[in-house]
């Protein structure tokens, strides 16, 4: 079934018309990317929406290319060997996917390297891949434009830590702002002749820098890079935190400041065992938490938050057209999952549409998320019917979505499991309801009985066949039918309309609407 196109473009405000299948859109459908770093290299295929693309492949080596750098001035002989391996097996990857001619970026350590220009020319000469050598404010520009990809409303100071560099960057109003670059990789750091007091001095001294040409009391500070997720996934760890989604984690400064000192008190083999990081990423955590302790005290943001997005998801952003950019990226991949798993695809704005007068007076975040979840109501109907409801809190508290905070997961979650089941006492996923306030799970419960019955209510646009009139200050909930929606009112439809006016704790009345002449 074809989306609907009856409703004016303006239906869905900002929004606009699925963008998936315009030509520009379908170009960004399959794209590979390919992040040649200090310490790891990775290849990502992006599939899918382009604006909130699914990760078709992801596979990284851990080369080191960065290891002794600041030793010798070179690439490491046993990283190069690693890398060109991998990059052999990404290129060959790419055009059995369909995903050729990869875009290929290489960042500090071969950008820095006495041998970088040699390996570049290598890898060309074995895989026909090209190397974009890319300076350290334009790494910072990636990086920032990955999270935009995820945050368009985001608003303060990127920091990405590499191997060997750590890029800056403002952002705000949609845009990238000041970028800068410096030598505080953990890698670099490793090698530092002065040992731990030599470290320091030099974290010191380039903070310094940094904090003159970057300013201080950003609003927010988003954290990219394997190291800081590491740190991210320790403070979940250490706070026993229920929800294990990286992206969108939010710290505070003390929070920041309890998981580095907490990071102290354990050796590394402890550390791995409790969260299963590998051995590579976690040897840098100690270095890396170090940095991150200086750059919070030192800039001092109100709130940190995590972001998987960076400089792969920078590249894919830096081919979208403006009117792609311009698109909420937790709508467009709420409409693209609707479109290729629901089995009415184009009822969800319907339905959202007839639910929509129980969440009139919510703020603009709330109803964004109520549309999210009406869009995504259907799209786990293939799960077994006992496990449907638990199917359906995965998809949205796990899957990879962007724009989407942790609570709003879990809302979401929520709401989708009332949609296919009236309790969720006894369930396994009660711990993580603790992430949201005693109204929200009120109110996602209430969603999620206005889905159940609105999408069961009739297989045609709810909408055309009666409506919802909510009076919350009286407690009064109407139904209007339409004459001829009257003999679909049946016991089925009678009993979720009352597990709804339940959860509302109102009052119900059934009224007859007149047809038109």
């Not at 290489?106 to 190397?131: H, I, M, N, S, Y």
Request: with cysteine.
């Amino acid at each position: 079934m074809t989306e609907d196109t009856t409703h004016p473009v303006e239906d869905w405000g900002a929004f606009g018309r699925t963008l998936f299948d315009d030509p520009a859109a379908r170009a960004l459908s399959r794209v590979g990317v390919v992040d040649v770093g200090s310490n790891s290299v990775r290849m990502v295929v992006f599939d899918g929406a382009a604006r909130s693309p699914a990760y078709f492949f992801n596979e990284k080596v851990m080369a080191g290319l960065g290891a002794g750098f600041s030793d010798t001035g070179r690439l490491n002989p046993e990283g190069r060997v690693r890398a060109l391996s991998a990059l052999r097996r990404f290129a060959r990857l790419a055009e059995g996917m369909g995903a050729a001619p990869l875009n290929v970026v290489a960042t500090a350590a071969v950008r820095e390297a006495e041998d970088g220009p040699a390996f570049a020319a290598e890898v060309e000469k074995q895989t026909g891949l090209r190397l974009r050598i890319v300076d350290g404010p334009q790494e910072a520009r990636l990086s920032a434009q990955g999270v935009l990809l995820g945050w368009p409303d985001a608003e303060g100071l990127i920091c990405d830590i590499g191997g060997s560099s750590m890029e800056l960057a403002h952002v705000g109003g949609g845009e990238v702002g000041h970028c800068v670059t410096s030598p505080l990789g953990p890698l670099r750091l490793a090698t530092h002749d002065d040992g731990k007091k030599g470290i320091k001095t030099e974290i010191t001294r380039v903070m310094d820098g940094l904090v003159a040409e970057m300013g201080t009391d950003h609003k927010r500070m988003y954290l990219v890079g394997g190291s800081w997720r590491a740190i991210a996934r320790l403070d979940m760890e250490r706070r026993g935190y229920p929800l294990h989604v990286l992206h969108e984690y939010r710290m505070t400064p003390k929070s920041v400041f309890d998981t580095v000192k907490w990071i102290g008190t354990h050796d590394v083999p402890t550390l791995r065992s409790m969260t299963g990081i590998g051995e590579a990423r976690m040897a840098l955590v100690p270095l890396a938490s170090q940095v991150l302790k200086e750059l919070v005290r030192r800039f001092k943001p109100k709130e940190i938050a995590i972001s998987s997005y960076g400089i792969r998801e920078g590249l894919l952003y830096e081919q979208m057209p403006q009117t792609l950019r311009d698109r909420d990226p937790l709508i467009e991949s709420c409409r693209f999952a609707e479109k290729k798993d629901a089995r009415m695809p184009g009822f969800g704005r319907a339905l959202y549409e007839f639910v929509q007068p129980l969440f009139k007076s919510e703020r603009p975040a709330r109803q964004r998320i109520v549309r999210a979840a009406c869009l995504l109501h259907d799209v786990s109907w293939r799960a077994h019917p006992d496990y449907r409801h638990e199917a359906c809190f995965d998809n949205a508290t796990r899957a990879n979505l962007g724009g989407l905070t942790h609570q709003e997961r879990v809302f979401m979650g929520l709401s989708l499991l009332h949609r296919y089941k009236n309790s969720r006492s006894g369930t396994r996923l009660e711990e993580l309801l603790g992430v949201l306030q005693p109204e929200d799970i009120k109110q996602a419960e209430i969603l999620g009985r206005a889905m159940r019955f609105g999408a069961m209510f009739s297989a045609e646009r709810p909408g055309s066949l009666g409506e919802l009139r909510w009076f919350p200050k009286r407690k009064k909930l109407e139904l209007w039918l339409n004459t001829h929606a009257q003999d679909l009112f049946g016991e089925v439809a009678q009993s979720r309309f009352k597990a709804l006016s339940n959860a509302l704790g109102a009052e119900t009345e059934i009224k007859r609407k007149r047809d038109a002449a």
